[in-house]
T-cell receptor, first 115, second 114 residues
């Protein structure tokens, strides 16, 4: 079974530029999560989708971050414009259903450096 | 609000020693789930175990064991006879039914030296 795929793996941009990350969850997984992991910290949930609907985006900085999950499968996370403090690893995860007891399967992450 | 505290930032042990990673959580919900994940140097988080708030039985899986105590709001993880391959960052996480999201601790970096 293929795991969660993310691309790109690394990205370096200058502040005020835009960037987009892509995630393809495990086939059949209805729930998709985007996390931000700053060096030395645990993952922080940015947004959670159930199929193509948003379940939670309370910690998403909506003035600069946006995410979509068209057709309930792939998802894209965008930052526009980027700030220095956005430097982090962006993790995508998926789980079977919207039930919180299901474990999450994580992708390898995208390491973003904003200079 | 939910919160997970992993007070041990870094732990270093010598191979074959036993080590316990602490996790303390805060929640107002009576129904919740607790998790442990491992993040090896390669970076990909891997699920280790899940516990729901109604199941306080301790669990053992090979060299790994978990101790869940609601009275102290703790969910500690013990590795017996540690190995170099256990070196990783370990995260404890909490999911509240009502809050609808998962909260992770800041992790404990475990280094096992040969």
């Amino acid at each position: 079974e293929a795991g969660v795929a993310q691309s790109p793996r690394y990205k370096i941009i200058e502040k005020r530029q835009s960037v987009a990350f892509w995630c393809n969850p495990i086939s059949g997984h209805a729930t998709l999560y985007w996390y931000q992991q700053i060096l030395g910290q645990g993952p922080k949930l940015l947004i959670q989708f159930q199929n193509n609907g948003v379940v939670d985006d309370s910690q998403l900085p909506k003035d600069r971050f946006s995410a979509e999950r068209l057709k309930g499968v792939d998802s894209t996370l965008k930052i526009q414009p980027a700030k220095l403090e956005d430097s982090a690893v962006y993790l995508c995860a998926s789980s079977l259903e919207g039930v919180l007891g299901n474990e999450q399967y994580f992708g390898p992450g995208t390491r973003l450096t904003v200079t | 609000a939910q919160k997970v505290t992993q007070a041990q930032t870094e732990i270093s042990v010598v191979e074959k020693e036993d080590v316990t990673l602490d996790c303390v959580y805060e929640t107002r919900d009576t129904t919740y789930y607790l998790f442990w994940y491992k993040q090896p140097p390669s970076g990909e988080l891997v699920f280790l175990i899940r516990r729901n708030s109604f199941d306080e039985q301790n669990e053992i899986s090979g060299r790994y064991s978990w101790n869940f105590q609601k009275s102290t709001s703790s969910f500690n993880f013990t590795i017996t006879a540690s190995q170099v391959v256990d070196s990783a960052v370990y995260f404890c996480a909490l999911s509240e039914i009502n809050a609808g999201k998962s909260t992770f601790g800041d992790g404990t970096t475990l280094t096992v030296k040969p």
